[in-house]
C-alpha cells in the first residue's frame, strides 16, 4: 500500500503546485520547473514519493522468478530520485546555457520516461502468475497499455513540438505523469489483494 500511497501523493502534489505556482502555465511549462525557486522543495518531495513508489514495488516483487522487472523499477526509482535532486534548468534557457543540475536532471527523467513502460510490461507479465485473483490475472497484462499511452502520446506530442512551437507539451506531460502513476496505484492494489 505504500507503493499506491506515494504515487497518489505525487499526483495530489503536483496538483497542488498548480495552485502554488499559478505563473507557470501548464500548457507549456513542465512539472519539473516547480522544483525552480520559493517552495521548490515541494516538487522536489514528490519525485522522492515516486522514487519510493518504485522502490517499494520493487522490494515487494523481488522475490518473482523474472527478476528483470524489479530491477527496472529500481532503475525508474533511482531516477525520480536524481530527477528530485537536480534541479531543471528554466525552459527559456538556451540550451549551451545549461547548468550541469538542469543536464543530469534531464539524463535522470530522460530514464525514468523511457524505461517506465517497458518495466511495466515486463512488471504486469511477470506477476500475472502470481495474482490468485483470476480477474486480476487477466487484466495485468492489458495494464501496462497505460504507461505505454503516456509514453507514445508524450513522445508524439514532444516530436510535433519540434515542427510547431505552440504544442501544449505541458499537458502531454502531465498525461504522461497521470498515466506512469495511476499504473503504480492500480499494480500495488492488484498485488495487495491477492
Known amino acids: 500500500m505504500t507503493t499506491a500511497g506515494a504515487a497518489a501523493l505525487w499526483l495530489i502534489i503536483i496538483l497542488l503546485l498548480h495552485f502554488i505556482k499559478p505563473e507557470l502555465d501548464p500548457r507549456t511549462r ?8 520559493p517552495n521548490g522543495w ?20 523481488w522475490a518473482l522468478p523474472l527478476s528483470v522487472g524489479p530491477a527496472l523499477l529500481i532503475i525508474c526509482s533511482v531516477g ?5 535532486v537536480f534541479v531543471t534548468d528554466p525552459v527559456s534557457l538556451a540550451q549551451k546555457a545549461q547548468t550541469r543540475s ?11 520516461i523511457v524505461v517506465f513502460p517497458i518495466m511495466a510490461t515486463i512488471v504486469d ?14 487484466w495485468l497484462p492489458a495494464l501496462s497499455a497505460l ?10 506530442a514532444t516530436l510535433i513540438s519540434g515542427r510547431r512551437p505552440r504544442t501544449p507539451l505541458g499537458h502531454f506531460e502531465r498525461f504522461l505523469v497521470l498515466a506512469y502513476s495511476l499504473w503504480l496505484v492500480a499494480i500495488a492494489l492488484m498485488l495487495a489483494w491477492t
Not at 30 to 37: F, L, T
Open 80 to 84: 525520480f530520485a536524481g530527477a528530485g
Open 147 to 156: 504507461p505505454w499511452s503516456g509514453f507514445l502520446i508524450f513522445i508524439g
Open 30 to 37: 513542465m512539472i519539473s520547473e516547480y522544483a525552480r525557486g
Open 102 to 112: 538542469g543536464a543530469l536532471h534531464v539524463l535522470f527523467a530522460f530514464v525514468v
Open 125 to 138: 507479465i511477470g506477476t500475472a502468475g502470481k495474482v490468485a485473483s483470476v480477474p486480476a490475472r487477466y
Open 42 to 61: 515541494i516538487m522536489q518531495f514528490a519525485f522522492f514519493c515516486m522514487a519510493l513508489s518504485c522502490g517499494v514495488l520493487a522490494a515487494a516483487i
